[in-house]
């Protein structure tokens, strides 16, 4: 597992899930990578964190993720990145008159 920081867009809505009393955020987002252009990861936050995720931030909108990443190998011999968020900001401010 490393810990990092990347500038990611959200490329769909939030999804809160309920799981055994625990509530938790999914966001799938992708980012610039340096092979194949482009990176897809699954985004997960828990407790106050994915709460403000699921409230405040949409599809399209660019944020930088700080958290744990973890490669995991599925069954069909693929790899996954899943980012565990311990930290959230915005990556642009919209400004309105």
């Known amino acids: ?4 920081l990347v500038t990611a867009r959200i490329m769909a809505e939030p999804i809160r899930y309920y799981n055994f009393n625990y509530y938790y955020t999914e966001i799938p987002v992708n980012f610039l990578h340096n092979k194949n252009y482009l990176a897809y990861a699954i985004a997960l936050a828990d407790g106050e964190m994915g709460q403000n995720l699921f409230d405040i931030y949409r599809q399209g909108d ?3 993720l700080q958290g ?6 599925t069954a069909q011999q693929c ?10 900001s915005p990556a642009s401010l919209i400004m309105s008159k």
């Open 1 to 4: 597992m490393n810990i990092g």
């Open 62 to 64: 660019y944020i930088m």
């Open 68 to 73: 744990h990443y973890c490669a995991v190998e």
């Open 79 to 88: 790899t996954s990145l899943i980012i565990y968020i311990t930290e959230v």
